[in-house]
């Protein structure tokens, strides 16, 4: 199975593709703030100091968390591919992706975009939660309602609600978007390895296609 950068608007629905590929592949799901939180429990240099980054509402920078992911990728479980989530946000973190992909001797794998209406993606706001354990995106306005009410069909824990998770702040996330990583897609278009899914139905539907891009 190759490696998939998954790449999306907020609120298309990456999150929940993501957790579906794992759960169907078995295959590691990499996000940076897993990886963050991974390093902060080890309890050491490194992980104190990232901590304290985080309690500050500091940034962590680029270099640390590139550190984090070759040391993660490099790992057995990885050798046969893995999903990134929130990674690279912008061609600068690409690039440097690149280079540790050379470095390593790996391949790229490839890029699915997941493709939605601006509209629609910010009506799915409202209704979305996640669970803070296994990370699977729930949403009470859509077909991915939780068993019950309130917890993760999982972990049988409570789900959380981003702070960010409302109209007012959903404009400037996607401007964010548009000028950071929606660069990627045609940065990665010209590595020939970019797959675009439509995102703005059931997702369901939306991992059909995935499959399809897979091969499977």
Do not use: W
Request: aromatic share 6%.
């Amino acid at each position: 199975m190759k490696s998939i950068i998954l790449i999306a608007a907020p609120a298309a629905g990456k999150g929940t593709e993501a957790v579906i590929l794992k759960e169907q592949y078995n295959m590691p799901h990499i996000s940076t703030g897993d990886l963050l939180r991974a390093a902060v429990a080890k309890g050491d240099e490194r992980g104190n100091m990232i901590n304290e980054l985080i309690t500050n509402g500091k940034f962590v920078s680029d270099d640390i968390v590139l550190e984090l992911l070759k040391e993660k990728i490099l790992e057995p479980a990885c050798e046969n591919g893995y999903i990134l989530d929130g990674f690279p946000r912008n061609i600068a973190q690409a690039e440097a992706y690149d280079k540790i992909l050379e470095e390593i001797k790996r391949d790229i794998g490839i890029v699915i975009v997941l493709d939605i209406d601006k509209e629609i993606a910010k009506s799915r706001i409202s209704g979305r939660y996640s669970c803070p354990k296994c990370g699977k995106v729930y949403n009470i306005n859509t077909n991915l309602k939780p068993i019950n009410e309130g917890l993760c069909d999982i972990c049988n824990i409570e789900l959380t609600r981003r702070a960010d998770d409302n109209p007012d702040t959903y404009e400037e996330r996607y401007n964010t978007y548009l000028e950071k990583t929606e660069p990627l897609i045609s940065y990665y278009d010209k590595k020939g390895i970019v797959y675009h899914v439509d995102s703005g139905i059931s997702s369901e539907e939306t991992h059909k296609q995935v499959v399809k891009i897979l091969g499977e």
